[in-house]
């Protein structure tokens, strides 16, 4: 059998299930895939996707990092900015940036301190 070591699933920390579900849920258009507590007045620890990009997002204190950061390709790079721009987010209106190693991108950073950089990459030949 061949070894296949499966995409990563990046841990953001939250410090607010409202906001994050705002952000995550109402701007970028994820939806929830589980959320659990261990308690009702516990910390929530929830998993979120759109497609193929997987999150999952902790209000645990051990182990979580505020201020992460990851990046992720986007098929339909520009309707995907259109649609975000089009939802009036009233913290983050991502703007188009063409780097220097030839990829257009563009910023979110949830209201926790954490950024994801969408991506437009070539197709392989």
């Known amino acids: ?6 995409p990563p699933i ?4 939250i410090f ?3 906001k994050a579900r705002e952000f995550y849920l109402d701007f970028l258009g994820f939806k929830i895939d589980f959320e ?3 308690e009702p007045d516990l910390p929530l620890f929830m998993q979120v996707s759109r497609g ?3 999150l999952q997002l902790s209000e645990h204190h051990g182990g979580v990092t505020p201020g992460s950061a990851f990046s ?3 098929r339909g790079f520009d309707e995907f900015h259109t649609e975000l721009g089009g939802k009036n987010y009233r913290y983050m209106r991502p703007q188009v ?3 220097p190693w030839g990829r257009r991108t ?4 949830d209201p926790f301190g954490n950024t994801i950089t969408f991506e437009e990459r070539a197709e392989p030949a």
């Open 1 to 6: 059998m061949a070894i296949r070591i499966a």
């Open 10 to 13: 990046p841990v953001f920390r």
């Open 16 to 18: 607010s299930v409202e």
């Open 36 to 38: 659990h507590r261990f």
């Open 52 to 54: 193929e990009c997987v």
């Open 72 to 74: 992720a390709a986007v």
């Open 97 to 99: 940036e063409d780097t």
């Open 106 to 109: 563009f910023h979110v950073i």
